[in-house]
Structures are given as C-alpha cells and as structure tokens.
C-alpha cells in the first residue's frame, strides 16, 4: 500500500516562505504522478502543482496560474520525498495542503482522480 505523509504547514506573514514536504512510502509504479492540492474549508480541493515521474526521468512541473513563478515542485529521490517551496505568500494561498499520487501520467488536475492522498497540512499566511 502506498502510504503519504505531509508536514511543514504553519502560520506565515505576507510575503514570507514556507516548504512543504511528503514522504512517499510503500510500492509505487514506475510511471505515475505526484502533485499538490489546496483545500478551503467549504470549497472544493484544487490543483497546484504536478509533475510526471517515469523511472528516473522527471518531466517539468506545471503549476496553477496563481501558483506560477511563486511556488515551485521538487523531489528528493534518495529521501522519496516531494516538496512545494512556497514563496511571496499571501493571505489567500490559506488553506490545507495535501500531497497527492496517482498511476500513470499528468493527464488530469481533478482531484478524483488522484488516488492517493497525504494527511494534509495546514498553511495560514497573515497580512
């Protein structure tokens, strides 16, 4: 079973920096997907960032458009970790984040379609 765990949420002022992390444990395809999800209370869980894994090859990640040129993927092959390093944060990027996986390709940003999902871990940013 493919296991996630996220962490480095916390509270933040405007403007400041934040690195989330997601141990990935357990058996995992050689092909599949890892992302980012942000979630509001009440509102529905969107996409943030993605990227592809096939083997070794890492394909480049793609980002929501409020997400661009602010936060940035990344993973850590020896550690089987994934990252969001968040920077210039504003009040609205609040919100739980999970790490997500699925088999196979990028070739979606719904939510319901990831299968697997980290805990979550709660980003406050501050004016």
């Known amino acids: 079973q493919v296991q996630l765990v996220d962490s480095g949420g916390g509270s933040v002022k405007a403007g400041g920096s934040l690195t989330l992390s997601c141990v990935v444990s357990g058996y995992m395809y050689s092909r599949y997907c890892l992302g980012w999800f942000r979630q509001v209370s009440g509102q529905e869980r969107d996409w943030v960032a993605t990227?592809?894994?096939?083997?070794?090859?890492?394909?480049?990640?793609k980002y929501a458009d409020s997400a661009k040129g602010r936060f940035f993927i990344s993973q850590d092959n020896a550690k089987n970790a994934l990252y969001l390093r968040m920077t210039s944060l504003k009040p609205e990027d609040s919100a739980m984040y999970y790490c997500a996986a699925k088999v196979g390709a990028c070739d979606t940003r719904r939510s319901t379609d990831f299968t697997y999902w980290g805990q979550g871990t709660q980003v406050t940013v501050s004016s």
């Open positions: 990227f592809e894994k096939e083997g070794e090859m890492n394909y480049a990640g």
